[in-house]
C-alpha cells in the first residue's frame, strides 16, 4: 500500500493476556518508530528501529513490551500479560530518516483495551 | 528528558477567523519542531516545521514562529476551514541523525473550526 498499515485497528482483550500488534511500514521506510497515545495524553515514545535493529528502547514501559522488526520491513510490538494500564492507541511511524527532512508518516494505529 | 506542553487543549474559531496554538518545551538542546495533524480515519500527518537557526516560516496559510531564548513556538492557521478541524500536535526534538524521528510531543490541541 501507499501509507503505513497497522492491525488490528481494534482489539480487546483480558488482562493477563498477551497482544501482538503489527505494523507494515512504507516500503524503502529504513526508519521505523512506535509511538503510544493514551487517552488525553500526547504521543509517547516507545521504540525506534533503523532496519533490523532498535539502536532506542528507552520509551519501552516494561519489560513485559517487545517489538521485532524482521526483513527491514515489517514490524510487530509484543505486549505479555496486558494489565489496563496498557490501553491506548499504538502508533506506527515510518521515516527515510533523510538530511533534510525528519517527517513521520503515521498509521492509522491500533486500539488496544484491556478489560 | 524533554518536556512539552500544548495549549489550548480545545479551540473553537469562526470560518475564516485565525487560530493560535502554542507550545512550550524545557530542553535548550532541542532544535527541531515540527506540527502534526491528526484527523479522524486517518494517520497523523506532518503540516509544518521549524528548525532552531529559523524564527518563521509560512507556508500558505500555515506559520510557525520560534523563540528559542523564551523555549516556545506557535501554530498560527489563517482564514481557517471547516476542513482545518482536527487534532494538532506540536512536538520538540533533537532533530539530527537517527534522533529526528525520536520526538517529545504535546498533549494535543483539538481544534474546531465552525462554518
Known amino acids: 500500500g501507499a501509507g503505513v498499515s497497522q492491525s488490528p485497528s481494534n482489539k480487546v482483550t483480558e488482562k493477563g493476556k498477551d497482544v501482538e500488534l503489527r505494523c507494515d511500514p512504507i516500503s524503502g521506510h529504513t526508519a521505523l518508530y512506535w509511538y503510544r497515545q493514551s487517552l488525553g495524553q500526547g504521543l509517547e515514545f516507545l521504540i525506534y528501529f533503523q532496519g533490523n535493529s532498535a539502536p532506542d528502547k528507552s520509551g519501552l514501559p516494561s519489560d513485559r513490551f517487545s517489538a521485532e522488526r524482521t526483513g527491514g520491513s515489517v514490524s510487530t510490538l509484543t505486549i505479555q500479560r496486558t494489565q489496563q494500564e496498557d490501553s491506548a492507541v499504538y502508533l506506527c511511524a515510518s521515516s527515510l530518516l533523510s538530511a533534510n527532512t525528519g517527517e513521520l508518516f503515521f498509521g492509522e494505529g491500533s486500539r488496544l483495551t484491556v478489560l | 528528558g524533554e518536556n512539552v506542553e500544548q495549549h489550548p487543549s480545545t479551540l473553537s474559531v469562526q470560518e475564516g477567523d485565525s487560530a493560535v496554538i502554542k507550545c512550550t518545551y524545557s530542553d535548550s538542546a532541542s532544535n527541531y519542531f515540527p506540527w502534526y495533524k491528526q484527523e479522524l480515519g486517518k494517520g497523523s500527518q506532518l503540516i509544518i516545521d521549524?528548525?532552531?537557526?529559523?524564527g518563521e516560516k509560512k507556508d500558505q496559510r500555515i506559520a510557525v514562529t520560534l523563540n528559542k531564548t523564551a523555549k516556545h513556538f506557535s501554530l498560527h492557521i489563517t482564514e481557517t476551514q471547516p476542513e482545518d478541524s482536527a487534532v494538532y500536535f506540536c512536538?520538540?526534538?533533537?532533530?539530527?541523525?537517527?534522533?529526528?524521528?525520536?520526538?517529545?510531543f504535546g498533549r494535543g490541541t483539538q481544534l474546531t473550526v465552525w462554518p
Open positions: 521549524i528548525r532552531s537557526n529559523v
Open positions: 512536538a520538540a526534538g533533537l532533530g539530527r541523525g537517527s534522533t529526528l524521528g525520536r520526538l517529545y
